[in-house]
């Protein structure tokens, strides 16, 4: 199957900063060791938990140029984020992806004007014809314009479009998006890109999980898709994303989710995640107590070894 490759948890890796904000390289590396000892197939690089939005291109570049070839080496896939306002920058930072190495980029349409749907069809053309890298759509109208059904049918059919990743957090949106890549002419899937939504998703078809979740539960994570996808066992899934759910409401509910998964990150396990670039400040004493407690994670953590 040709999507095999996107048949994975990719956690949404949080970028490791130095105090300066230059890239913690290091810790990324042993970041991702973690993972994928843990049974993690495939790593998300520079999306919106990456902090992506506040980095230049040329810091983009530079990251990509060092992490994606790591990931490859171990064997992993990897999808790059690079969406960007302007569609020439997009295509840019998908270029560069590709020469790294990576296996798709995940692209928004653009994300202060509102495109109108013939305007999201010549987005992704745009890319489809000037990147030799397959696209990952990512469909998020809490930050840009919703992509219908019916532009999201026109398309899967550019060949480079591969996937979707909905985080509308409207299961039937979702569920439309499923069934129509099961009728496309060519292999599509969708991703869930809505951690809370993760067992429905998967129930109703998903291939596969961009999770800020996976960064801080990488085995449990990896468990759930193995038992939903490769074992068919739902019930088993259920169960896992029963315990996975605290944090996983966290996730997508606490409005500082990537300040709280690098904090949990080091509070827990130890790796030194450093500071998040502006503007995102810091969490308070309180709310770090508060993202603690709501995620469960000192009971959780324990399914997983450093």
């Not at 596969?208 to 193995?226: C, E, Q, R, V, Y």
Request: glycine share 6%.
């Amino acid at each position: 199957m040709s999507l095999d490759k996107f048949t994975h948890v990719f956690p949404a890796m949080v970028t490791p900063m130095n105090e300066d904000g230059s890239f913690n390289y290091e810790v990324a590396k042993k970041h991702i060791d973690w993972m994928m000892d843990n049974g993690i197939g495939g790593i998300g690089v520079l999306m919106a938990s990456g902090e992506y939005q506040s980095v230049t291109l040329e810091e983009h570049k530079a990251y990509v140029n060092e992490i994606v070839p790591y990931v490859k080496a171990k064997g992993g896939s990897v999808i790059v984020g690079c969406s960007r306002e302007r569609v020439e920058d997009a295509c840019e930072l998908m270029n560069n992806a590709y020469k790294a190495g990576a296996d798709a980029a995940m692209v928004l349409p653009s994300f202060y004007y509102h495109q109108s749907q013939e305007e999201i069809i010549d987005h992704y053309t745009y890319l489809n014809d000037n990147s030799d890298l397959d696209i990952m759509v990512y469909n998020n109208p809490n930050v840009t314009s919703g992509i219908s059904k019916e532009t999201m049918q026109t398309l899967y059919k550019l060949p480079h479009v591969k996937i979707v990743k909905d985080a509308s957090m409207v299961i039937d949106v979702m569920t439309d998006f499923i069934f129509d890549a099961e009728k496309a002419e060519e292999d599509k899937g969708v991703l869930c890109g809505c951690d809370y939504l993760l067992y429905q998703a998967y129930a109703t078809g998903a291939i596969g999980w961009i999770s800020m979740t996976a960064n801080i539960l990488p085995k449990l994570s990896a468990d759930f898709h193995h038992a939903m996808i490769v074992e068919k066992d739902y019930q088993k899934g259920l169960e896992l994303y029963k315990q996975l759910y605290p944090v996983v409401n966290m996730t997508e509910r606490f409005p500082k989710p990537t300040q709280a998964v690098k904090y949990i990150l080091q509070e827990v396990y130890g790796f030194e995640e450093g500071i998040c670039r502006r503007p995102r400040r810091g969490m308070s004493e309180e709310e770090k107590k508060l993202v603690i407690e709501w995620s469960e994670i000192e009971r959780l953590s324990k399914t997983n070894k450093n």
